[in-house]
């Protein structure tokens, strides 16, 4: 019954025993009739007979659960040992009694000393590194006398004079109300601590290098902003005496040679105006700083307005402009109309400039689920059509599908990257749906769709509604008041007080903001105040926001308005801040600013601070 395996070392065991008359000791494996193993335990004294044989009487005794329970602590303990070897982690235990000291072989390892090696506490101690020391020391005295635990990286020099980082915890094992050892584990961090050092290292890094990119960024918004207060205020020059020169020579036959040449500066100013316009926009995109202000718009009557402004400019090339509605719209969304007209005024005004011949045509309605409905505008053309190796890069800022196409058309290229990043702030987008070179082209806006309530649907654009009057002269817009001017250029000075004059206004002008605050101060002494407050921004001694800021500390609650070329999203708030009621850009527009000045003469500013009213 003996298993086969084990029926040698039996065998010698009784031999040995017979021979010596010692006791016999065995375990062995048995093999059951069932064919079950069970582990058996046999111990026997032998004792000679008369007749020399040997007899041996014991006991015998059934280990299978004992080997059992030895073989999982066997596989146990090596499996910890293995898993505290890959994972450079070990055990120690310090007996404050025997001022014994037991190490793992992982913590043997990592010190770098023999598996038999003798090692005092003190002896531990001495491998941490001078500042390491005296910390381990403080959180091993704490540990023993307060019963705290402590949980420390710190530096090591290995027996092979390696130094290491190693991460020690200790926990105090407590007897009553003694510590009577101390126990923990040792780990081997020296990679991830030097990698968490160069991540460190290379994070304060990247802040150095984010910080000089937002440097830079900053300087290249100030700079966008100069260059826009530099270009837009010659522009309100620029573009408004070239209105006036062709107002007043409108009707005067011999003057068609003068009138084209005004006709040409004023194209001109308009164009890089557009120019700078699409510059700030993309600017602004980049820095984060595009907002979409939403609002509740009539959407028929918008595409008809794009489309009566841009009719002109089809029936001057000889282009065919077509628009359908390929289902029903609502007839009023909530949307930002400025930005939903830039999008549509670019990609209808690229069709038309880049098509010499055929036509252009606007295609909108509703696409999707009913409860996922988008607005889908699609603008088709019968232009030259774009180069398949193109598309990826057709919506990079400063990017045309042809240089030779830029050379002979113009253009920032700008258009569609501004546009469709538009609309992807407003949870859209813009993509080219199909072209082919020499057939056209066919772009697509989808926005999602936003109802007003209670709106009503329409199948039909109804594109007889006149044109829009945009297209037309300015009405006429009377002004009642006393208003003062501050503008530092002379060009400037003579146009505006000029619109503002002819419209009926008294006007003073100020060459800066401190000499306007004494003219102020001079009309409030004599009994004369000023109806209204126009200022521009940028000046020398006391810009615009300065003497907004200075009159309102005053206490005066008469209306400002702040002109200024700068044109990024921000310089409103800065000019409301510091109390101007209304907000305009150059090149000034005349319809608009007299209708501003109109709205706020006679008004009351709730804008100042208490003190001396006016």
């Not at 101390?182 to 020296?190: E, K, S, T």
């Not at 609309?423 to 989808?446: D, H, K, Q, Y």
Request: charged letters at 25%.
């Amino acid at each position: 019954m003996v298993h086969p395996d084990d029926r040698d070392r039996f065998e010698q065991t009784i031999e040995e025993s017979a021979a010596r008359l010692q006791p016999w000791f065995c375990e062995f494996r048995l093999q059951r009739p069932d064919g079950e193993t069970r582990w058996m335990s046999g111990n026997s004294v032998p004792r000679r007979e008369a007749d020399g044989s040997i007899i041996w009487h014991g006991l015998m005794s059934d280990i299978t659960a004992r080997k059992l329970d030895e073989q999982t602590l066997r596989r146990t303990t090596v499996l910890l040992e293995r898993t505290n070897t890959l994972a450079h982690v070990g055990g120690w235990e310090y007996d404050m009694e025997s001022e014994q000291l037991y190490l793992s072989n992982e913590v043997r390892r990592i010190l770098g000393i023999d598996h038999d090696a003798g090692v005092s506490f003190e002896d531990a101690m001495a491998f941490y590194t001078r500042q390491s020391r005296s910390r381990i020391e403080a959180a091993a005295e704490r540990a023993i006398s307060s019963a705290e635990p402590y949980d420390l990286e710190l530096q090591i020099v290995t027996a092979r004079g390696e130094t290491r980082w190693v991460r020690a915890q200790g926990e105090p094992v407590r007897a009553g109300d003694r510590t009577v050892a101390l126990r923990g584990a040792f780990h081997d961090i020296h990679e991830q601590y030097t990698a968490r050092e160069q991540l460190a290292v290379r994070a304060a890094e990247f802040e150095v290098l984010r910080d000089a990119a937002e440097a830079a960024n900053l300087a290249k918004s100030e700079f966008i902003a100069n260059m826009s207060h530099e270009i837009r205020t010659p522009l309100t020059a620029i573009l408004g005496f070239a209105e006036l020169l062709r107002e007043q020579h409108a009707d005067d036959p011999t003057a068609a040679e003068r009138n084209a040449a005004v006709d040409t500066i004023a194209t001109a100013g308009q164009h890089l105006l557009t120019v700078i316009n699409d510059i700030l926009d993309i600017s602004k995109i980049e820095a984060g700083r595009m907002q979409i202000d939403l609002v509740e718009i009539d959407l028929p009557q918008l595409v008809r307005e794009i489309l009566a402004l841009m009719r002109d400019r089809a029936d001057t090339r000889g282009i065919r402009l077509y628009s359908k509605v390929v289902s029903t719209i609502p007839q009023r969304i909530i949307t930002d109309p400025t930005r939903l007209r830039q999008m549509i005024l670019n990609l209808l005004g690229n069709a038309i400039k880049f098509t010499d011949s055929g036509s252009v045509s606007l295609s909108i309605g509703l696409d999707g689920p009913p409860d996922h409905e988008m607005l889908s505008i699609e603008i088709e053309d019968t232009g030259p059509g774009i180069d398949p190796a193109q598309h990826r890069s057709l919506f990079s800022a400063f990017t045309q599908a042809d240089s030779s196409l830029r050379r002979r058309h113009g253009g920032t290229g700008l258009g569609l990257a501004i546009s469709r990043r538009c609309a992807e702030l407003m949870g859209g987008t813009v993509a080219l749906v199909r072209s082919e070179p020499g057939i056209g082209s066919c772009f697509r806006i989808t926005l999602p769709v936003r109802e007003a309530p209670q709106t009503s649907y329409t199948d039909s654009l109804d594109l007889r509604t006149p044109r829009c009057a945009a297209t037309g002269k300015p009405g006429a817009v009377a002004l009642k008041g006393r208003i003062l001017f501050a503008e530092d250029g002379p060009d400037n000075q003579r146009l505006i007080a000029f619109h503002l004059r002819r419209a009926g206004a008294e006007v003073d002008i100020a060459d800066n903001g401190r000499i306007a605050l004494e003219m102020f101060e001079a009309a409030l002494d004599a009994g004369e105040p000023y109806d209204l407050v126009l200022t521009d921004v940028q000046m020398p001694e006391m810009d615009g926001l300065e003497l907004a800021a200075e009159l309102r500390s005053r206490g005066i609650s008469t209306p400002i308005i702040a002109v200024t070329a700068h044109a990024m999203t921000e310089d409103r708030a800065r000019c409301i801040e510091a109390g101007c009621d209304s907000y305009t850009t150059k090149p000034v527009d005349r319809l608009g600013l007299l209708t501003t000045c109109r709205d706020w003469l006679g008004a009351t500013s709730d804008r100042a601070k208490p003190g001396r009213a006016a």
